[in-house]
Each structure stands twice: as C-alpha cells, then as structure tokens.
C-alpha cells in the first residue's frame, strides 16, 4: 500500500463564546478519523477518497504520518474513540 494519509471528517461548526465581550470563534469538533492514500506523486497530499470510500474535498489532512512512527497506530491517539472502523479494517488487512 501507498503512503497513508490522515484525514478529519469534521462536524458542523459549533459557535462558542469563551466569555462576555470576547468574540465568538467557530470551533469544528473531528466527526470521524479516516485513512486516505496519498496522492500519485506527492504521498504527502491525500487521495480523492478514503480508503471507505467517502470523498477527502471537505476533509482536513492531519499532521499526524503514520510513516514517521512505525509502531503507533495509524491514527493520532487523541482520536481513537472516533477512527472510522471501515478505514480501519482496510489497514488490518
């Protein structure tokens, strides 16, 4: 398999107000983590789809590269609670 890519699916905005005169900022909180493959020619720039299958154009690409840490999982840990369990199958595999 090509190099991965990480991908967030993110929710619909939130508008918080950290307090009263301080300006609203719009959070987007991660849906689902998904693994996507990397683009022919430039590994880091992710696919058009994930390895499930959904379309990367409104995703975020992560930070996080598998390949940097070998013995980690695929996903940044902080998101194991919302992998998306179809991408994650694929990469068992």
Known sequence: MSEIVVVYELDKPVTT???PGTPR????????????PGA??????????????K???????????PSE???????PLEYASVI????DAVIET
């Not at 022919?40 to 299958?53: E, I, K, M, N, V």
């Open 40 to 53: 022919p020619g430039t590994p880091a720039a992710t696919g058009p789809r994930t390895l499930c299958g």
């Open 17 to 19: 107000r950290v307090s």
């Open 25 to 36: 900022s719009e959070e987007r909180p991660v849906r689902r983590v998904h693994a996507a």
């Open 69 to 75: 840490a070998p013995t980690a999982p695929w996903y």
């Open 84 to 87: 998306c369990p179809d991408c």
């Open 55 to 65: 379309d990367t154009f409104a995703m975020e690409t992560a930070d996080w590269r």
